[in-house]
């Protein structure tokens, strides 16, 4: 969409850019190459506002010892996303 707007001059400085790009960090190049709708879940938010809803609630109900199990229940599932995201990036 942007090339259309683009005379023909910007369009083969931009078109130098990226190559110069792809040559210097095929990885980024790739990256932004995709196309944008392949974001991912934001699954660290999700859980940091399931924390937020479910430790009040866990120590209302059920005391100092429910909310730090539930506490430590999240810390583990954060360490495993976050490992996999760092096994995934790794792989890449």
Not at 35 to 64: E, H, N, Q
Not at 66 to 91: P, Q, S
């Amino acid at each position: 969409m942007v090339r259309r707007m683009l005379d023909e001059q910007e369009r083969r400085a931009l078109e130098q850019i990226e190559q110069g790009l792809s040559r210097q960090d095929p990885a980024f190049a790739a990256r932004m190459g995709r196309p944008g709708d392949d974001r991912r879940f934001p699954t660290i938010l999700a859980l940091c506002v399931s924390l937020y809803i479910a430790l009040p609630m866990a120590t209302m109900l059920f005391g100092w010892v429910a909310a730090v199990i539930t506490f430590d229940v999240f810390a583990v599932i954060l360490a495993v996303v976050l490992a996999r995201r760092d096994v995934g990036r790794a792989v890449r």
